[in-house]
């Protein structure tokens, strides 16, 4: 055929791209499955924000938006950060940092969680040479990622922060990877309509099931508090307490 040769570069690059990366995709819009969705009313997506050092709450705030905007209108989903707490990432790999931000326990006034990771040298020589994990989001309850926020890499001029974060944002709201968004729509109606008090449901992909609760969650973390209540957490031990104020919506506000 007459376009094959440029199907196989394109599928080539991709691989590429995954190989380097670690990463794949959630796949390409389908805008004909999506305008047979109903998605329901608006909703707020409440966002407990970790900011690595250096990393500046307009950096947080422009990426958000840069990776949100269009797809606020089309599910009808704001992302309101409810607190920016700084943070240090405090590990060198990816799977390191992972595990660190998966060990923050889920707060009181946040429906997820999401780490913004700067850089240094050390990160820049690894990308010369090994593949990197620009972005994750755990697996047990799709509620806790990160992103590397800053640029240092070749990897990153292909797959640049504000790409990486919506396709850790999708994550967050229950899509899997996928050549199609068409399957991730129908899972976000689905939480969307399990919603019935201010917890935002999350999606535990291992068991393929809805966690209509933080409690839900928080057991399937194994992060539920000694004494069994569920109150404001401390940051500096490893969890998050979030002050009242500085509630700002992004994205489609």
């Not at 607190?83 to 390191?96: Q, V």
């Amino acid at each position: 055929m007459k376009d094959t040769p440029f199907h196989v570069m394109r599928l080539g690059l991709v691989i590429a791209l995954v190989i380097i990366t670690g990463c794949t995709t959630v796949g390409s819009h389908n805008l004909a499955a999506l305008s047979k969705l109903e998605f329901g009313p608006p909703e707020r997506l409440r966002l407990c924000v970790l900011s690595d050092r250096g990393i500046t709450e307009a950096e947080i705030r422009d990426l958000l938006t840069a990776a949100w905007e269009k797809e606020a209108s089309r599910f009808g989903i704001t992302l309101l950060i409810t607190e920016i707490i700084p943070w240090t990432r405090g590990a060198f790999t990816g799977i390191e940092i992972a595990e660190s931000v998966r060990s923050v326990p889920l707060p009181p006034s946040c429906d997820r969680v999401m780490a913004f990771v700067n850089r240094h040298i050390g990160d820049a020589l690894w990308g010369l040479l090994l593949p990197e994990l620009l972005g994750w989001a755990n697996d047990e309850t799709r509620t806790h990622g990160f992103v590397v926020a800053r640029i240092v890499s070749l990897n990153q001029v292909s797959l640049p922060p504000q790409d990486v974060l919506r396709h850790e944002l999708f994550h967050l709201l229950g899509c899997e990877h996928a050549w199609s968004l068409e399957e991730c729509y129908e899972r976000i109606a689905l939480l969307k309509r399990a919603r019935v008090g201010d917890f935002f449901p999350a999606w535990d992909a291992e068991s393929r099931r809805i966690l209509a609760s933080r409690r839900a969650v928080l057991e399937r973390l194994g992060t539920v508090p000694p004494d069994g209540i569920i109150a404001d957490l401390d940051v500096r031990g490893g969890a998050v307490r979030i002050p009242g104020g500085n509630q700002q919506g992004l994205a489609g506000n």
